[in-house]
């Protein structure tokens, strides 16, 4: 049996001197002690090790250890590729192919951003809520105060007014609606125009390329970022192919290939789906510590930056198997 700890990141940088300190993400510096801690504990292992674990029963090391990156940001180049270079380190990176196509920031994105540009959050739902009446003609959608009470339930990393928020316009309200209320938002909280934000949020074509030619892992996290789970299967069909063709365009391994499931969105039939077109591993956000001849491939779990310390030194704490 092995046991396999994955960590996920997302935004890591230099967040207390950034224009938006209060962007939830991970501080660059408590990065890199979290790579040393990482290092003085555990044994980080390869995407190619993980599938000879998965598939062909070969033992992981002691306390193994994947490193991986979901969104593509352009943080992930500047910040945690040269520091995984340093220590030999291998990082897995799942790019939503539309970003560096067609230049889009995508709706979560926005929101992160809104979010880390308003201080009052209150101000932010009246101002959502004068939208919501603005573009809801024409959508079959439920009163603002009923998805209030429905939604607006706090998690471990956010009060109920930011999960509302986010619920809201990640998944709640119709597509379209949800567009135009985010990019309505966009425009008044963020102090800059979506191409320019974008240039500087995610990775280019070329340093994605860079990356896989020079021993990164770079997987599949579908073409829009959309709920995998939500979505019908032509559609679903699509997003996968058209990562995949973008995995293919940056110079990385399309055979025995990897997907990180946007937003954590597994389920039994896009699980069917991936497996059917050739997936070989894929991440979910279950939090837990993966166990390489129990879990399916498909369904890996993964620990957040947060659930490990993030101290050169520290002590290792309930996920340490
Ligand atoms: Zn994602």
Redesign the pocket.
């Known amino acids: 049996m092995s046991d396999l700890t994955v960590v996920m990141y997302h935004y890591v940088r230099p967040i207390a001197k950034s224009k938006y300190p209060s962007i939830k993400g991970l501080e660059f510096d408590l990065f890199k002690e979290q790579v040393k801690f990482i290092k003085n504990n555990y044994n980080p292992v390869t995407i190619d090790e993980v599938y000879e674990s998965f598939y062909n029963g070969h033992k992981l090391p002691p306390h193994a250890a994947l490193m991986t990156f979901?969104?593509a940001y352009s943080d992930h180049f500047k910040y945690a590729y040269p520091v995984l270079k340093e220590h030999g380190m291998q990082g897995c990176f799942?790019a939503?192919a539309k970003t560096i196509v067609e230049k889009e920031v995508l709706d979560?994105n926005k929101i992160h951003f809104i979010l880390a540009s308003c201080d009052n959050v209150s101000e932010l739902i009246s101002n959502t809520k004068v939208l919501f009446d603005l573009f809801r003609d024409g959508h079959e959608v439920k009163e603002f105060e009923e998805y209030f009470s429905e939604l607006a339930v706090a998690n471990r990393f956010d009060t109920k007014e930011v999960i509302f928020i986010k619920r809201l316009l990640q998944v709640a309200l119709p597509e379209e609606m949800r567009k135009n209320i985010c990019r309505a938002l966009f425009n008044t909280h963020v102090e800059t125009t979506e191409e320019e934000f974008c240039d500087e949020l995610y990775m280019s074509q070329e340093q994605l390329s860079q990356m896989a030619s020079d021993g990164m892992h770079i997987g599949s996290?579908g073409y829009n970022?959309y709920w995998w789970n939500k979505l019908d299967s032509e559609t679903l069909n699509n997003e996968i192919d058209k990562s995949i063709a973008f995995l293919k365009a940056i110079g990385a391994h399309t055979e025995n290939w990897t997907a990180?499931y946007?937003?954590g969105s597994s389920s039994q039939e896009v699980t069917d789906i991936l497996r059917g077109k050739g997936c070989k591993l894929a991440f979910t956000t279950a939090v837990d510590v993966a166990k390489t001849d129990v879990n399916d491939p498909l369904l890996i779990p993964r620990l957040d930056t947060n659930d490990l310390p993030k101290e050169a030194t520290a002590k290792t704490n309930q996920w340490f198997r």
Request: with cysteine; glycine share 0%; hydrophobic share 10%.
């Open positions: 979901d969104d799942y939503p979560v996290h970022h990180c946007p937003y």
